[in-house]
Nanobody, 124 residues
Framework: QVQLVESGGGLVQAGGSLRVSCTASGVFFNSYIMGWFRQVPGKEREFVGGISWSGMNSYYADSVKGRFTIFRENAKNTVSLQMNSLKPEDTAVYYC?????????????????WGQGTQVTVSS
């Protein structure tokens, strides 16, 4: 049974930093692209960034480029999202997900396993 479990969300002031992590089990972690999405009530889930199975290539939404960094530790089946210079508009539930295959998937349907989400709140 595949499980993705996020951790590390919380409340932070604007301009601050926060790291959320995701640990996977029941899946051959090294073979999956890992992605981060976020969602606020009433809006569609939004792509944040992704990282290749090797960890050598990462890609980001324009809204977070230069502020967020994704990295993974395949030996620990973990992917993390380091968020710096946070803004109130970054407030959302953050989800990790995994996608088979290659390329740079950015759409929700391209990911087949999802975590339960972790809340990140940025106060102004």
């Amino acid at each position: 049974q595949v499980q993705l479990v996020e951790s590390g969300g919380g409340l932070v002031q604007a301009g601050g930093s926060l790291r959320v992590s995701c640990t996977a089990s029941g899946v051959f972690f090294n073979s999956y692209i890992m992605g981060w999405f976020r969602q606020v009530p009433g809006k569609e889930r939004e792509f944040v960034g992704g990282i290749s199975w090797s960890g050598m290539n990462s890609y980001y939404a324009d809204s977070v480029k230069g502020r967020f960094t994704i990295f993974r530790e395949n030996a620990k089946n973990t992917v993390s999202l380091q968020m710096n210079s946070l803004k109130p508009e970054d407030t959302a539930v953050y989800y990790c997900a995994c996608a088979p295959g290659g390329g740079r998937p950015v759409l929700s349907y391209q990911y087949n396993y999802w975590g339960q989400g972790t809340q990140v709140t940025v106060s102004s």
